[in-house]
């Protein structure tokens, strides 16, 4: 026999056999009386039994009440957790987080965090995947939890959050003309009269500084373009180059290989770098604690 109750029918059984009550029952229901008898009736066809009956003053369960009632408790005690969300806990979690950047990012926001989101989350593992230009589209998707950028994106289609704001420096071998001289930024001039080492970044292979530059850079020489930074301080010393980075990115550059650094142009400006996340997620505990904590980092590192 198909099963013919639905879950209204199923909630009002459960507390019947309960209370053993149709007034008892109407009153925890909310609904009338006369409601709850027509649904007793409706139960009785379908079970083909009585379930309740008349004992004295009140009444009693059957048989088949009895084998019932303590069947649809438990049922209702599961159903009526069944859509809460968990406590999040990061000691015990287990997830695998998908993060787009490009390898500044990794150097200045997840290789800084990391020691402490091993520390208060064991269970969270994290794949790095390359920043592209559809950020937003792999971010709805699901195929990406969050991503670290300092490109430009549309707020209106993805949460973000500043990190961090960082400024522009330029970094160049020891041997280099410009490694020696005052703490103030180059000219401009003196900024376009040496060879370049240009970094893209995404799969749009953007330089920012040639578009933030825009025709005042038209005279810059890129002798050779990289679309990562791990390279660039070997490519800097062969080439007797300069590249323009985010100072966070240069202090471990500088410190590592040795190199020569000076305050970039003014005309530079600075540059602002996100936490971008997709209303998807925006609500999911896990997601949300690894937000945190990666603007607590960036925050503690200012």
């Not at 303590?70 to 069944?82: G, H, I, K, P």
Request: net charge negative; glycine share 6%; proline share 6%.
């Amino acid at each position: 026999m198909a099963w013919p109750l639905d879950l209204n029918l199923m909630m009002t059984l459960a507390l019947l056999l309960k209370t053993k009550s149709v007034s008892g029952t109407a009153v925890a229901l909310g609904i009338s009386q006369p409601s709850v008898s027509r649904a007793l009736a409706q139960l009785r066809d379908a079970l083909g039994d009585p379930l309740l009956v008349r004992s004295g003053n009140g009444m009693i369960r059957t048989q088949r009440g009895d084998e019932l009632v303590d069947r649809l408790a438990d049922w209702m005690a599961a159903t009526s957790t069944l859509l809460e969300e968990e406590r999040f806990d990061p000691q015990t979690v287990e997830r695998r987080f998908r993060i787009a950047s490009t390898d500044f990012g990794l150097q200045s926001v997840l290789l800084p965090a990391l020691p402490a989101l091993r520390d208060l989350a064991p269970g969270i593992a994290i794949d790095v995947v390359p920043l592209t230009r559809a950020t937003h589209r792999t971010l709805a998707a699901g195929d990406v939890d969050l991503a670290i950028s300092g490109l430009d994106h549309d707020p209106s289609q993805i949460h973000r959050l500043l990190l961090f704001r960082d400024s522009f420096v330029c970094v160049m071998p020891r041997h280099h003309p410009l490694a020696t001289g005052s703490d103030q930024p180059l000219s401009i001039d003196e900024f376009l009269s040496h060879p370049h080492l240009g970094l893209t970044v995404s799969d749009a292979e953007l330089d920012r500084v040639a578009v933030v530059l825009g025709d005042a850079g038209r005279d810059r020489r890129v002798v050779a373009s990289l679309p990562y930074f791990a390279l660039a301080p070997d490519m800097l010393d062969a080439g007797g180059l300069l590249a323009t980075l985010p100072g966070r990115a240069a202090t471990r550059f500088v410190a590592s290989h040795g190199l020569a650094v000076r305050k970039a142009p003014a005309e530079l400006g600075e540059m602002d770098y996100w936490i971008l996340w997709h209303e998807r997620s925006h609500r999911d505990q896990a997601s949300r604690w690894l937000r945190e904590q990666l603007v607590s980092v960036c925050s503690a590192a200012i």
